[in-house]
């Protein structure tokens, strides 16, 4: 790829795991869904296995996002543990929410934890982010608004600026969501396998792919794009094809009155 921004070099690969040499670089590996990560020196003091989680003080600060309900938190022990607990969401206040939290803060006009995230961070003054840190933030506000579609505020341009700022990288964001040519093949399957009737987009998959409800999510989002279908349905089996389950998406586009069928 020819381009003299980088650094006077004609050529450079992207996303090759032998080419893993310099702190920051990462790889997804999209057929086992393994991130490896070449860590910065001082990252070994931001991550903790569930077992040091475990040994905290009582007056660790414990931030919560994406959730204010504790059957969804990541560890349970923990939050029971923690005494000081603040809470970043924006999903609608649900009754059974963190009671003991000293802020709870819940903002269901906001595109993304990662919109309210980044705000909060941009108010902190000049924050030194790294660039997989930016881009962490920014692909969290591209999978919950659909790439600046849906939930789509002022807020959430301008927080995506600011990530922009801080060397945030589009074109990497967007490879976080790269899909492996099997996953991208079943997923097409299963959209042409479809049938609509009566504004609903119906289909089926009986791959027991290990990742089959991450495909079936994706292909129901994407049938949502087709004209004239308001809500999909994929319907696959779980758990070692024991279980049938349903991936159903609705559409957040005004809706014409279905009609009821016997």
Same mark, same amino acid.
């Given at each position: 790829?020819?381009?003299?921004?980088?650094?006077?070099?004609? =050529?450079?690969?992207?996303?090759?795991?032998?080419?893993?040499? *310099?702190?920051?670089?990462?790889?997804?590996?999209?057929?086992?869904?393994?991130?490896?990560? =070449?860590?910065?020196?001082?990252?070994?003091?931001?991550?903790?296995?569930?077992?040091?989680?475990?040994?905290?003080?009582?007056?660790?600060?414990?931030?919560?996002?994406?959730?204010?309900?504790?059957?969804?938190?990541?560890?349970?022990?923990?939050?029971?543990?923690?005494?000081?607990?603040?809470?970043?969401?924006?999903?609608?206040?649900?009754?059974?929410?963190?009671?003991?939290?000293?802020?709870?803060?819940?903002?269901?006009?906001?595109?993304?934890?990662?919109?309210?995230?980044?705000?909060?961070?941009?108010?902190?003054?000049?924050?030194?982010?790294?660039?997989?840190?930016?881009?962490?933030?920014?692909?969290?506000?591209?999978?919950?608004?659909?790439?600046?579609?849906?939930?789509?505020?002022?807020?959430?341009?301008?927080?995506?600026?600011?990530?922009?700022?801080?060397?945030?990288?589009? *074109?990497?964001?967007?490879?976080?969501?790269?899909?492996?040519?099997?996953? =991208?093949?079943?997923? =097409?399957?299963?959209?042409?396998?479809?049938?609509?009737?009566?504004?609903?987009?119906?289909?089926?998959?009986?791959?027991?792919?290990?990742?089959?409800?991450?495909?079936?999510?994706?292909?129901?989002?994407?049938?949502?794009? *087709?004209?004239?279908?308001?809500?999909?349905?994929?319907?696959?089996?779980?758990?070692?094809?024991?279980?049938?389950?349903?991936?159903?998406?609705?559409?957040?586009?005004?809706?014409?009155?279905?009609?009821?069928?016997?």
């Amino acid at each position: 790829i020819k381009n003299s921004s980088w650094g006077g070099l004609r =050529y450079k690969i992207m996303h090759a795991l032998c080419e893993l040499d *310099v702190p920051g670089e990462w790889y997804i590996d999209r057929d086992t869904n393994i991130l490896y990560y =070449y860590p910065h020196p001082n990252d070994e003091e931001i991550f903790i296995s569930p077992e040091e989680a475990r040994n905290i003080s009582p007056r660790t600060l414990l931030i919560i996002v994406d959730t204010h309900t504790p059957d969804f938190v990541e560890s349970r022990e923990v939050l029971e543990k923690c005494q000081r607990v603040v809470v970043i969401d924006h999903h609608r206040k649900m009754v059974n929410f963190i009671k003991n939290a000293l802020i709870l803060c819940i903002e269901p006009t906001a595109s993304s934890a990662s919109e309210m995230c980044t705000e909060i961070i941009s108010y902190m003054g000049d924050m030194d982010l790294t660039s997989l840190e930016a881009e962490s933030l920014l692909s969290g506000i591209v999978l919950d608004t659909k790439n600046f579609v849906m939930k789509t505020g002022v807020r959430t341009f301008e927080a995506a600026a600011y990530l922009r700022k801080k060397s945030a990288n589009t *074109v990497t964001v967007k490879r976080f969501f790269a899909d492996s040519i099997d996953t =991208y093949k079943e997923k =097409y399957n299963i959209v042409s396998k479809a049938e609509i009737f009566n504004g609903c987009a119906i289909s089926e998959s009986d791959s027991k792919a290990p990742n089959i409800r991450l495909v079936t999510s994706q292909a129901a989002d994407e049938l949502l794009m *087709v004209s004239d279908v308001y809500a999909s349905f994929v319907i696959f089996f779980w758990n070692d094809s024991e279980t049938l389950s349903t991936s159903l998406l609705k559409s957040t586009l005004p809706a014409r009155t279905l009609r009821s069928s016997s």
